[in-house]
């Protein structure tokens, strides 16, 4: 749909319209709308080094040689400079397509002519860039930045504005042309170059890269009029349809597991599609060799995101972010209007409200690529459970509970994947709860030294140190009316282990219990990291005795990030159950409407069975605001964590033991009251048997 078309057919497009159009006045005015001379860098080292925060970035800056932290850190250097040199070329390859979209609606010759300077100034510039000699080693290098990649994504900006233009009737000169048609060559030839690099000498054709050295070369493809190139494009070796099939697991997500890789792939592959369909050809419906499909890339996001529409930052990626929320946006506008599948209009508006603090549409996504007049208010419409069979996560929700659960199991996900496996993420119906904490930009210390490591994310570590690189398993998914029941499964964490988390979700509790086997005695933790604080119930937080850095242990893995702060002890008669209280501690989680969760765990052994409340980093948006979690600690070959979580009131749970002798607390937990209780306890070849147990009289 034209944006002359949305101007009529839509309620938001005219005023979106007015408010992109005085943006734009607005960076003229002040002079800000300058191209640098410089190549960008890499934008990941855009990070305080400090707090580990993003640095500030304003378009409304016509140059910069400091830069901000959010914390007021005054940064200088050349990395920081190349990097924010990415964020202007890359701010002014937008204001080209806004320029676009706003002479579109207005007509007015002004924003043509800003449109066409910008494209055409990167395009006398571009020649004169040399391959980048500050680029690293394991890059592939660009011209205009360190990465071919970045150049891959800018270029499709600049573009994309190229062709608005043409399609609203705009033509460049002769001089203008025959920058244009010098800047399209040079493209060409190192998009050709670099992706013949990765499919055939490199043989790793299911890069990310790909899909976007794809998009680039689609674009040329399709300003130049060239279909055949396209459809060789299409259908060769890494082309479209083969990324797909190699680039997307069987289940439709990314085969990296990560939500953000997943939506930057997803998106490259929608630009090629957008210029596809120029030629007549429909790859918004095509599928790759398994079934993949673009559809079943957002369905599966659907599946994904929490009950507001946020999606969990799995593997690498950030928690949030503004460029990224244009990037959600973007796709999802795309696929509502692709698809009509309503599910996606509140993934779009969080988006928004990232972006722009509102669910509404007013930004320049929405001009170019929306349609239609859907609701963004709303949540996430009823959902069943999802299991990810190739990728290895599965999704646990009950319609008449507000918490449900995410698990990762699958495999590491390579260069972007975490030590992670059977990590829990808890949400609410308000929100994240226990979330993956995302990833800081990856010229972070932090990102190997905490985000990427074992104890930043709640599962289990052995020995102070993280697991390996491996694989775990399900064992058994199962859905019904009453429960979801997850069992997971991972013997590759560390040599000698077998590590099993059982997950129980019913109308009123999830019961997490997580069995560790080992060949010898070692340190045991599970940890649990809560964007809450955990408050003492029917019990206390008391001082360690000892040095508490010599008692959290190793320094490596991420210990050195953690501070042990107290240890929970009992009150007099807490719990019940035979020698074995019942911890409780609970969490505000911010608003009337949520309410308070409670956890109770189970503690078999009051010596040697610890329950510590830690300080670590925060979440990957700003890691210097400390959060406080859990570290549930055991000492020996075999442990039981059990967990139970409960909204609004704290659960009833006992423990009945069956002639334990080696200390794993072997035996049944039971759940409820003598009106409604449930029984559960583990069987080595059947998983978690379960009896409903209720009094009807």
Request: with cysteine.
């Amino acid at each position: 749909m034209r944006i002359s078309e949305k101007l009529t057919n839509t309620t938001w497009a005219g005023p979106t319209l007015q408010a992109l159009k005085a943006e734009l006045d607005q960076l003229e005015a002040n002079g800000s709308l300058h191209i640098p001379q410089e190549p960008g860098g890499w934008w990941h080292q855009y990070v305080c080094p400090t707090h580990h925060t993003e640095l500030e970035f304003d378009p409304n800056e016509r140059d910069a040689h400091v830069f901000m932290c959010p914390h007021g850190c005054r940064i200088e250097g050349d990395a920081y400079r190349g990097a924010w040199l990415v964020f202007k070329h890359q701010s002014m390859a937008r204001v080209a397509l806004q320029a676009a979209a706003v002479y579109a609606g207005t007509k007015e010759q002004a924003y043509a002519d800003l449109a066409k300077r910008i494209l055409v100034s990167y395009a006398d510039q571009f020649p004169q860039y040399p391959v980048h000699p500050d680029a690293q080693p394991w890059m592939l290098k660009g011209r205009a930045f360190h990465q071919a990649l970045t150049e891959a994504i800018w270029s499709t900006t600049l573009l994309r504005a190229y062709v608005l233009l043409q399609d609203e009737g705009i033509t460049l000169d002769k001089a203008e042309q025959a920058a244009l048609d010098m800047f399209l060559s040079m493209l060409e030839s190192s998009m050709t170059q670099y992706r013949y690099i990765l499919i055939h000498e490199r043989k790793n054709a299911e890069n990310n890269y790909t899909a976007w050295l794809n998009a680039a070369l689609s674009c040329v493809y399709t300003i130049r009029g060239q279909r055949e190139q396209l459809v060789d494009l299409i259908e060769s070796e890494g082309g479209w349809k083969h990324h797909l099939s190699i680039g997307v697991k069987p289940d439709q997500f990314e085969f990296e597991g990560s939500t953000y890789y997943h939506i930057f792939v997803l998106r490259a592959y929608l630009i090629s599609a957008e210029m596809a369909q120029r030629f007549d050809i429909d790859l918004y419906r095509a599928e790759g060799e398994q079934g993949q499909s673009m559809k079943g890339m957002f369905d599966v996001l659907v599946g994904l995101s929490d009950d507001q529409g946020v999606l969990p930052a799995l593997h690498d990626g950030p928690l949030a972010r503004v460029p990224f929320a244009r990037e959600i946006a973007e796709i999802m506008e795309i696929g509502l209007a692709a698809y009509g599948n309503e599910a996606y209009a509140p993934i779009l508006g969080e988006a928004y409200r990232q972006m722009d603090g509102q669910r509404s549409r007013i930004s320049l996504e929405a001009l170019v690529y929306g349609e239609g007049n859907a609701d963004l208010t709303g949540s996430m419409p009823a959902r069943s459970s999802l299991l990810l069979a190739d990728s290895g996560f599965a999704v646990g929700r009950n319609s008449n509970n507000g918490l449900s659960f995410l698990v990762d199991f699958g495999p590491h996900g390579g260069s972007h994947g975490h030590y992670d496996k059977l990590h829990l993420s808890l949400q609410h119906q308000g929100g994240a709860f226990a979330p993956d904490l995302g990833m800081v930009p990856y010229g972070s210390s932090l990102r190997k030294e905490w985000f990427a490591e074992t104890a930043s994310h709640n599962t289990v570590s052995i020995g102070g140190k993280s697991q390996a690189i491996h694989e775990g398993r399900c064992k058994q998914f199962t859905e019904s009316e009453k429960s979801v029941y997850a069992w997971l499964q991972s013997e590759g964490a560390y040599e000698g282990s077998l590590l099993e988390r059982h997950l129980l979700l019913t109308d009123e509790w999830l019961l997490d219990w997580f069995e560790v086997s080992l060949d010898n005695e070692q340190m045991i933790d599970w940890w649990m990291h809560a964007i809450a604080s955990p408050e003492a119930v029917g019990g206390k937080w008391v001082s360690i005795e000892c040095d508490a850095s010599e008692t959290l242990g190793s320094k490596e893995c991420g210990y050195d990030r953690i501070e042990l702060l107290d240890r929970y002890a009992a009150n007099a008669g807490s719990g019940t159950g035979e020698s074995s209280p019942v911890l409780t501690v609970s969490y505000n989680l911010g608003d009337a409407a949520s309410g308070t969760l409670y956890q109770s765990t189970v503690q078999f052994d009051s010596e040697a069975d610890a329950l510590y409340r830690i300080a670590t980093p925060g979440t990957s948006v700003d890691p210097s605001k400390q959060l406080n979690g859990l570290l549930h600690r055991r000492n020996g070959r075999k442990a039981s964590f059990i967990h139970i979580y409960k909204l609004d009131s704290a659960p009833a749970v006992s423990w009945q033991s069956v002639a334990a002798t080696d200390g794993t607390g072997s035996g049944r937990i039971i759940i409820g009251d003598q009106q409604k209780r449930v029984v559960c306890e583990l069987d080595a070849q059947q998983g978690l048997k379960v009896t409903w147990e209720e009094d009807n009289e």
